[in-house]
């Protein structure tokens, strides 16, 4: 039986005359690593606030470790780590004092300077946090999303401002600690992380999930039309759509009688399928849904205990 850490249907949330959740619906597993793409203003960051309780829908229903976020109380707040977009940590404190403070707020806190570490801020430990670096400062975001050993950790947009090597050194974190049994829901603009990292993805755009899947599968991806690129004797480049890229390079090899010039086989990256889906290559960006369960209702509290500890 599958669990799930949240389910979500039909949620809505409305800023006066702005729509910005307009009837999602989630399903995402205990223990995986879940991404959440889409354009600015597509409701992505509203609907993390809303999970964690941070805002009040206007509709729908949302169980997220078996409780509604709307009446769950400190318990269940201290099973959930939060990085939000703009967050920025305790300013006159040091590091490792910060990160100690945060830690006596949960009951089963990890161990502070292991979660230094584990973020990359040993150097900094002694400093304080107002002279950190903007990553410095991500990353000490990230440190205190972690230090209660949460069951569920949301992240809004973890990575925006971190350099190449601290991208990857979150990537890491957040493989290990869905390695650990931790439920990771992250937002990004980033495809490649959000493909290097996501065992699942839902793409959002104008409040409302476009498609949801792995992302080696989502909307279809697999089974669109791959293009073989080649190189004639004579120097010219072709290419051949198909369906079937396998024969056509057997016929290629069959035809040159071995090894095919400049031979190159691509399927549509996740950054075309995104596009399309999202409706800014010219197409209507409505893809439907796959990998999605029925919209079962979702009754708040009847989750409970579903999920690994
Ligand atoms: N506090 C608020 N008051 C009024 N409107 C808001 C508020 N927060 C968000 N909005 C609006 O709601 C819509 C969704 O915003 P949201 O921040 O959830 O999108 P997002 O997908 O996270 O965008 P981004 O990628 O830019 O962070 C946008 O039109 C935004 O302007």
Known sequence: ???????????????????????????????????????????????????RGHRTRDGGEVAVLGEDPERAGRDWLARIGV??????????????????????????????????ALVGLEAEADSRSKHLSGGGRRRLDVALGVIGDPELLLLDEPTAGLDPVARRRFQRLVRALADRGTTVVLTTHDLEEAERLADRLAVISAGRVRAVGAPATLAGRDEREAVVRWREPDGAEREAVTGTPTSEVAALAARFGGEVPGLRVSRPTLEDVYLRLVGQDGQDGQDGQDGQDGPAPVVPGSGAGEWAP
């Open 1 to 51: 039986m599958t669990h799930y850490a949240v389910r979500v249907r039909a949620l809505r949330k409305r800023y006066r005359e702005t729509v910005a959740v307009d009837g999602v619906d989630l399903d995402i597993r205990s223990g995986e690593v879940f991404g959440i793409l889409g354009p600015n203003g597509a409701g992505k960051s509203t609907t993390v606030a809303l999970l």
């Open 83 to 116: 990085v939000w977009q703009d967050e920025s940590a305790a300013e006159e404190l040091t590091v490792a004092e910060t990160v100690r403070h945060f830690a006596r707020y949960y009951p089963r806190p990890r161990d502070p300077d292991e979660v230094i």
